[in-house]
């Protein structure tokens, strides 16, 4: 598609509920990265793709979460037993390249707010 | 951990006024530089890229010091529909090859009728 599609655009999750958020990239992008947006704006990087194969997960929570991307699916993020301090809006970019000039501009998806209660 | 800082504001201004917001970072590898825009919790969406000394847009000027690992984003005539969070974001890793982006916190810019 012509842009980055996130679902859902909200979830709301009991604590101790799994989480999973949906991210389709541009197409034609190569690369799928994903940050969670928490209160006063601090983004954190979580992990990123090369097509299906992971590119960087060095932001990745050791425990609770996952991600995948796998051919002619979206991609997704799956948090285990939720907490509290997960309620963020999650934001899944693509890009055609990771490194160089212009090519690796990342377009943003509309987010997934999680709330855990 | 490459750290990227920014003056949080508020910056609230009259329509018509000129306003910078300035940016450093720590990286000295990194080759690209961008500034997006937030409004109210929405995605970020890319104002301008920075890959040399500086870059024009219409009413956006966004300028490189490298050697002061400085970045700055000029907004002449301001509109109100500036009114938004502007992210200075810098790829980490050399030349940016890690991908990732390193965001700063954001500047706030309230523009005033």
Redesign the interface.
């Known amino acids: 598609g012509e842009e980055v599609a996130q679902t859902p655009k909200h979830l709301v999750r009991g604590e101790g509920q799994k989480a999973k958020l949906y991210c389709a990239p541009i197409k034609g992008h190569s690369y799928v990265f994903w940050y969670q947006q928490v209160l006063k704006n601090e983004f954190k990087f979580l992990i990123s793709f090369q097509n299906e194969n992971v590119f960087d997960e060095t932001g990745m929570p050791k425990e609770r979460f996952s991600a995948k991307c796998l051919p002619n699916s979206p991609c997704s993020l799956e948090i285990q037993a939720t907490k509290l301090e997960d309620s963020a809006v999650y934001f899944c970019a693509s890009s055609q390249l990771a490194g160089g000039a212009t090519k690796n501009i990342q377009y943003f998806g509309a987010g997934t707010r999680l709330s855990v209660l | 951990r490459k750290e990227v800082e920014q003056d949080p504001g508020p910056f609230n201004v009259p329509e018509g006024a000129t306003v910078a917001f300035n940016c450093t970072y720590s990286n000295s590898a990194s080759?690209?530089f961008?500034w997006y825009r937030?409004d109210c919790?929405?995605?970020?969406?890319?104002l301008m890229?920075v890959?040399s000394s500086g870059n024009e847009d219409g009413r956006f000027t966004a300028q490189l010091n490298r050697a002061s690992q400085y970045i700055s984003l000029l907004i002449r005539d301001s509109k109100l529909s500036d009114s938004a969070?502007y992210?200075c974001v810098v790829?980490?890793?050399y030349?940016?090859?890690?991908?990732?982006?390193?965001?700063g916190?954001?500047t706030k810019l309230s523009v005033k009728p």
């Open positions: 080759q690209s961008f937030q919790r929405k995605e970020p969406k890319l890229s890959y969070t992210l790829p980490e890793g030349g940016g090859s890690q991908g990732n982006l390193i965001f916190k954001g």
